[in-house]
Nanobody
Framework: QVQLVESGGGLVQAGGSLRLSCVAS????????MAWFRQAPGKEREFVCS?????????YADGSMEGRFTISRDNTKNTVFLQMSSLKPEDTAVYYC?????????????????WGQGTQVTVSQ
């Protein structure tokens, strides 16, 4: 059974940084695509970034997050990280880790099979 557990969210001032973690368990994730999504109050869940667990570069959403967010992983700990810097109040959202057993780095919510419970990030002025 796949489990994804996020942590690292919290309250931070604008301009600050946070690093989110997602611990994955229950499978060999080498053939999986992993991703981060976020959902702000009253808005749809949106794609942040995705990558293949085993290889290759990450793919990031265009726009306001570009250049400020970086995804990485620690294979020894089965953990995916999202490093966020220069945070803005509009980055306030619940951030979710997602996984799917396909090596295609999809960007749509419907393409992901497994989800974590989310971690709240709040950026104050």
């Amino acid at each position: 059974q796949v489990q994804l557990v996020e942590s690292g969210g919290g309250l931070v001032q604008a301009g600050g940084s946070l690093r989110l973690s997602c611990v994955a368990s229950g499978r060999d994730f080498s053939a999986y695509s992993m991703a981060w999504f976020r959902q702000a109050p009253g808005k749809e869940r949106e794609f942040v970034c995705s990558f293949l667990w085993s290889r290759g570069p990450a793919y990031y959403a265009d726009g306001s997050m570009e250049g400020r967010f970086t995804i990485s992983r620690d294979n020894t700990k089965n953990t995916v990280f999202l490093q966020m810097s220069s945070l803005k109040p509009e980055d306030t959202a619940v951030y979710y880790c997602a996984a799917v057993p396909r090596p295609t780095r999809p960007i749509r919510v419907v393409d992901y099979e497994f989800w974590g419970q989310g971690t709240q990030v709040t950026v104050s002025q």
